[in-house]
Each structure stands twice: as C-alpha cells, then as structure tokens.
C-alpha cells in the first residue's frame, strides 16, 4: 500500500548511540526527548505519509543550540532534521533514517523590525501570523500564507507561496538574508538587508527550497510590505471550471496587478460551506483580491468584474469591510481542513502542480477528465493566477484501492504537468513524495548537480537524509553507523 | 599602480598548447583566432582594469559549440571565459590565467516569445535592447536595463538591473530557466517556464549572479511585462542632494509604486547636458518614470510632486509623449559615457554600493565630505528606489596619485556602506575587483561555502578563473598546466 515509500521504522525504539544520548540529556535536560509521544509527533506531518520516527526529539531556544546539536550529530554521524510546526504536506519532517528531530518552534522571536527599510529579522520558528500580529501599528504585514500557520523557517526551506504569490512572490522572492547551521555546526551568514546585490553566488536562494538539506536556518530577514491603502476582495461564481479559468488568464493576460485571485471548484466549496458555515453558492468560484489606491481598486475590479461577466462570471459580490475580507480568506486558508472533514478519517494524498498560465485551462480540463474516472472525492483549488492548481485526493490510507486510485491521479496530473512545461511541485517541495519527478522534470545533470551541491555542503548526507535527493547506499560496509543500526538503545 | 590587480599579461603571446590550437582551428576556421586584435578587444572591459589576455578568441553560435569548446577546455586544462560585448565594470571578461574568450555574442536568436505567458526564451547574446525590439507589436517589454546594450547572458551573469529594478525587480528575479554548459561540457537545464516551482535546488539563481565561474549560460528564459497603459516621465531640481534622497526615502515608505527613481547629482547633469545637448539646470536632480492605468500614474505623480514640493523640489517638468521621454532616459542611460567625456582619455573607477534605504542620506552625506577631499572629478547617480548608488571616478590610470585617491574614496564606501549593513556591489558584480570584499560582507564561511560549491562544480578552476573568488595556488607542482606556461606558442 505504501509502495512507493521505501521506509518505515520497524519498531518504534530510539537508536540513538547511549553516549550521544547521556550528552544531550545532560545538556538539554526536559527539551531532550525520545519518548515515544514527542517521537511520533516529530515523525509526522500532515500528509498520506505514514509516520518516521526520529530517535530523539531535540527542542532548542537559539542558534547556538543549533550549532551544538548540528556538531554532535556530525560526531556521531546521527542524522539532523528540522521541525516547524509539522504542516509539511510531502514528508519533509519524518525520520527515514532516524536520527535527531529540531524542534525549532521555541525560537520565536522577532529580532528586529526595520518599517523604515520594509524587513524584519525573525527566529526561524515565528510563524506567519505571530510576524503580522507583531507588525500591527507599524502598516506592514508580510504577505505569503501558505493554509497552514507555518513557521518561516518552514516556509523558506520548502519555498512556499500562497494566495498573494501572484501579486507579492514567494518565499524566494522574500527572503533577503539567513543565519544557517551547516552539517558540521559552521554559522552561515548568507544574505543582507540591501534590496540588491551582485557580491557572489546567491547563497540565500540556494537555501530556500533546500528543504532542510543543505543547512538548518535559524533566522531569516524578509521582505515587508505597505499595507495597502484600499483592499477589496470579491466571489465570483461560473458556470464551469473552464470559464473560471479562462477568466483568470485573461486578467493576467491584461497585467491586471490583481493581489489574490484563487479558483475553487464545487466540491471545494460545498466542504468550506460545511466547515465554515459559510453560504457559498456551490459552483466554480474565483476568489478576488484587489490592493492599491481606491482609484486603482476600483479600476482592477471594474476590469475583472466585465471580464468575468463575459464570460458567465454571476453573483459578483463584495466583500469591502475588513471582517467580510477576513471571514472569506480564512474560508479560503480552511478549505484544505474543511474538504478533510468530508470523509471522516481520511487523510490527503496532495498533488501541487503550476504550468504556464497558457496552459492551463487545457491541464484542468485534461485533469477533470481523469477525476471523472475514480471513485474517491477529489476537490480542486489553487492559486491559479500563478498556473498552480492542488487536487485534494482524499483517501482512507488503509484501503489499497482507494491509495492506488489516488497514486494514479496524482500521478497524472505530474506527467501532464511536466509536458506542459510545469512542474510537479508549485509550492509544496519535493520531501519524499516527488523524488521519482525530479530527473524527469530538470533532467539527468539537474539531478547530478544538486547531488553535487549536497556533497559539497553535506558529505555524509546527514542534514534531512532522503529529502528531496535519494540517500545514497545508506550503509557503507565496514563504516560504524551508529545511528542506522536499530539494534542498540 | 595597479597593485590592487596582481596579474598582467607579461607579453602578448598566446600560451595555447598547440594540439588544442590546431583542433580549434580546424573546427571553427575564422570564428577561431589568435590575433593580437581579437585578444586585445576581448581582454578588456569599460572599466580602469588594465588588459589581461585570453591566448584565443572563439566565436560561437550554439551551446553545442560551447560544449565542443569546453570539452577541449577540460582536456586541455585550460581556462575558458564568457563574452557577451565586454560592457563589465569589473574586469569579468578579462584573462588573468591566459585560456579562451568564449564569445557569445553571435548566439543572438531569440528562440522563442510566450507573449500569453509573458516570458520570452533567447541565446545568450541577445541584448537588451534587440530583445526588445522583437517584442513590439506584442505589448510586453523587458524591464532590466544596465547602462550599456549588454546581452542577457552577460547580465544574468553578473545579477544586473538598472534604473527599472525598484518596480521589476533584477535579473535575479527575471530569469526563469537557463540552459548551462559547465566546466566538464554537460548540459544542464535549470528552472522552467512555470511561475513559480518548489523543486529542488534553485539552480537559476545559483548561476545568476556566478559571473561565469559555475556554467555558461548559453539560453535564457526571461519574464516580460505588460507595457503599461500609461507612462509618464518627471524631471525634479532640489536645492541639496540631502533633500533629493529624503524624496526618494519617502516615496518608497509610503509604497508608491514608482518604476524608476534616479538621482544625479550636479556633476552628471553638466556632463549630461554637454554630452546629450540638453539643458536640464545643473543641480541635483531626480528623474521618475510612473507605470500604470491613466488614474494611478495621475495619483503617484501627484503623491511624489506634493512630497518633492515640500522639500525643496522645483522645476517639476513632465515628459509624457514618448519621445521626449526616450530623451529623458536615454540622456540618463548615457550618463556613464557623458562622465568619461569629462576628461578626455579618462577611464572610470567605478563604485556600486547599495544600502537598506534608511542609511541611504548618511551613506551619500558621508561619502560626499571624503569626496571634497580628492582632486579627481567625480560625479555621483544612481538606483536609490533601491539604496544603490554609483560614483564615476574619473582617473588618469597612468597617474599614480588619482589611481590612489580613486582607490581611497572606493574603499572608503565600500567599507561604509558594509558597516551600514549594505553590499559593496548593489548590480555590476565582484569580479576582480571587489574580491578583497566578498570575506568582509559575508564572513569567511559564507566565502568557504562559495569555494566548495565552485569546487563541486568546477574542481579545476577553469571556468572564469579568479572573479568572484580568489584561485588557489594556480600551479600544483608536477601537475602539466600548458596554458598557464606562457613559455610556448
């Protein structure tokens, strides 16, 4: 059933070496853990992969633990994997290899806020909302939201986006400078907080979307911006998925600098009306958001809303008043939880794929067709005015049908994706789920060249084994590799 | 005189090993040459760096010659060098070991225009300003705009923008693919026509800015524009350049979203009037340039005058129609070679630091009290939407005294601008001459990261050897290096 996932910890025992566990112990005291509950906690995140335990769950307050942890991990050759809030959705927290859980989440400071120069300092593990509840007053906020209230560590080290991606980037447009611990416990200062430079190899975006694998950030500096003047948001409702769509091109095709504008097919919404105890018409919807001056919020949503009605866009109606705005968009960011509840006990097997926005009216259509033939509820939503569309394939992991369906349409939506030119992963990272896509979306050398760069940064391949790039021969015969022998506690 | 740049060809005798000679000869007939001339014109940039030489000249017009090319670089051991049209500020065409100046200034098709996906796919010589001549009639434009006509490749290569970046971002953020021969002739393809991708390493932009030392680009695919429905051009005179840099601060705190804002001072407006036949007042001065609908470029210029008003801004001229515009900005784009033309037979010492905006006045109010210490005429202008700025160092090269006060005023803001938490190169690259720098703006890790991930990449140095980092000890005792024996030919 889990075929395509190679590993699984045969018994949940710690395999972590007793002398590298007495000095974390003694060290870390109650932040050092190999209780089963924390383990499983940190060997999970919340996708269709089963559960990999870490050894030992590690919670720490400042670089500097980093550093100390990273370097005993070195030592023992013990593997180092970052932890956020575990709301990675392709496995980039589980433990295929064991080793140390980093529980990043203590670090939750804001360093530094500059509202003068538009960016703030952070701890890794400061979440998206604690920066925008800490920006209030100042008249800037930090627009990239993935659905979950992930950490911005988190957010850098899969490259995330969102709903603003389309007006405001994602996180590789929006990190400007890191502090990261190498394999080997070096302190990396990549970055700075000039708006541009040409000083050497672009450091920074090598590490955001490195997933953990070439180094673990600790603070970040990112991009603010100016709350905008006006802010309106709108719903608007099609006669089908194709005119939808076709609705979204055209106000890109236009250059409208529309902020959000988010596609969600019927079963999508009858889950948000379900979850939200909202009152949606229950048909393809756009989701709308305008950001400017009122004069230029009025002109984008006078384009967009004509457009729309050409094309059998009806009920265009507006949300204007802050609460209207925040009620909707969290409708929105819940529609991930609200389609999980419409199978009680399932679990979501994601696809995330974005094509040239040419392409796709034509990759939705192709992908309804294949919807059509399975037998397990699937809703589609997304942030199409960047080309990225999810599938919410929800699947009872324990039924191999079910599991074998999803894999199929998943499957699909990758190949079609990548003959489009796209990419099988818009947003959500590589982790496990999407190694076997790599080569074929950038190519045999891509592969060899990032396999080169982990080398470089991360000979032994300790730093998030598994992730992204497959491991190695784990074991090399006559090497001791205490941490992959499961036979000691 | 040249202390600072610890190589110089000792003779011009190409050090080529003969077989390799012969090959090339017999591959490439007059794309090939190792005439004076040709090595002369490629060995040199617009910059005070005095010539070094490539031991040969190959002309290309496809990546399968480039990997011809590099497989014998390899073979041979010897060092090979982009060339686009040699407009670098720092040295980065130039040959300190000897080697092969690749010219890819033939590779100049453009490949292939998505107007509905706003991107455009071109060879690496394509320019600028061809680029954009072959995208009228569609409504889109290319934004980046170095000073000079640079192809994409070269400005890819060394991470350019231009007066445009405060509204479209740098090459950083408008390469989306590349194709790359490296070291060792493989093809690597990074990125993707996709807007925005999650998967893996972002190789894109570890090459965009690697000036040549990790691949050569030899393809691009690069985001256009929509041209704005609306455009209009401002000239402002303020009484101090204090004042104009306040204007400048405050248009970017409160978000107006301004494409291009550039100051000049005193100085580059006399030499811009007598070298463009202007007549702009002589006095610090800003240019704008509003992108947007009718009603939100009339409402950023009314924000910016009222703002520019209030302190001291005067002579507020409009230039709407679009010649006179072009005038405007082509004056402005000449101003590098109005400044040469200062002092006739001159060459500039070029500075190009960038800081976060809210050290931008203290930077410049500094910078001008060491400038009323030296003799040498230098005029000051720049990107300052983004904290970046340049002054033009205008040097007799052969008079010890004004290379020595231009090396003392660019070291005076190069380490200023570091303190301030800004970069020594805001767009024109490290290349030989701000290597002393890299260490002091990033920290020695961060420089021994960049050495490992050139290593994984090219383990022997051939490619553009000593930009960006220092080579290591050129010669390892018994190890056969004919092209850097200079002894042969």
Chains 1, 2 share one sequence.
Not at 92 to 109: E, F, R, T, Y
Not at 163 to 170: E, S
Not at 257 to 267: M, N, T, W
Request: hydrophobic content about 40%.
């Amino acid at each position: 059933m889990f075929a395509e996932l190679p590993f699984f910890p045969e018994k949940f025992v710690s395999a972590l070496p007793l002398p590298l566990k007495e000095i974390l112990s003694q060290r870390f005291g109650r932040a050092f853990s190999t209780g089963e509950s924390q383990r499983l906690q940190h060997g999970r995140d919340e996708s269709v992969h089963p559960p990999m335990l870490p050894d030992a769950v590690v919670q720490i307050g400042s670089t500097e633990e980093a550093v100390e942890v990273a370097r005993l991990c070195s030592e023992y050759g013990v593997p180092l994997i970052p932890y956020g809030v575990g709301s990675s959705v392709e496995g980039h927290v589980l433990a295929p290899q064991g080793g140390i859980s980093l529980d990043l989440s203590g670090m939750n400071k804001i360093v530094a806020i500059h509202a003068e120069d538009g960016d703030a300092t952070v701890q890794a593990g400061v979440t998206r909302m604690q920066l925008n509840e800490a920006l209030k007053g100042t008249g800037l906020f930090f627009p990239i939201d993935p659905g979950a209230d992930a950490t911005l560590g988190g957010m850098a080290a899969t490259r995330a986006s969102g709903t603003n991606a389309v007006r405001y980037g994602t996180m590789k447009d929006n990190v400007l400078a890191t502090t990261t611990v190498l394999a080997d416990g070096r302190v990396l200062q990549t970055g700075g907080r000039a708006r541009k430079s040409s000083a050497g190899y672009d450091l920074t975006r090598l590490l955001v979307g490195s997933e953990g694998t070439l180094g673990i950030m600790t603070e970040l500096t990112v991009k603010l911006y100016p709350i905008p003047e006006a802010i309106s948001a709108a719903v608007c409702t099609f006669p089908s998925i194709a005119a939808a769509v076709q609705a979204v091109i055209q106000t890109i095709q236009l250059g409208v600098p529309v902020a959000r504008i988010e596609l969600l097919d019927q079963l999508a919404l009858a889950a948000i009306n379900r979850f939200s105890k909202t009152t949606l018409a229950e048909a393809p919807t756009l989701f709308f958001e305008f950001h400017g001056s009122p004069a230029g919020v009025a002109e984008q949503a006078e384009t967009v809303q004509a457009l729309a009605s050409e094309l059998g866009g009806t009920d265009f109606a507006w949300a204007t008043r802050p609460e209207e705005r925040s009620r909707l968009w969290q409708a929105r960011h819940d529609a991930y939880f609200a389609c999980l509840q419409l199978k009680p006990g399932c679990r979501c097997f994601p696809t995330d794929v974005c094509v040239p926005i040419s392409r796709l009216a034509e990759c939705i259509a192709e992908t309804q067709t294949d919807i059509a033939q399975v037998s397990i509820p699937i809703a589609l939503f997304g942030h199409v005015g960047d080309g990225n569309f999810h599938l919410v394939v929800l699947v009872d992991p324990d039924n191999p049908k079910e599991m074998e369906e999803a894999a199929w349409i998943s499957a699909r939506v990758v190949e079609r994706a990548i003959a489009m030119e796209g990419t099988c992963t818009g947003e959500h990272g590589i982790g496990l789920g999407k190694r076997k896509y790599l080569q074929r979306e950038h190519g045999e050398v891509a592969v060899a060249v990032m396999q080169a760069l982990k080398d470089a940064l991360d000979p032994r391949g300790l730093l998030n084994p598994e992730k992204i790039l497959f491991a190695k021969t784990p074991q090399i015969p006559g090497e001791s590799s205490p941490a992959r022998n499961r036979m000691t506690d």
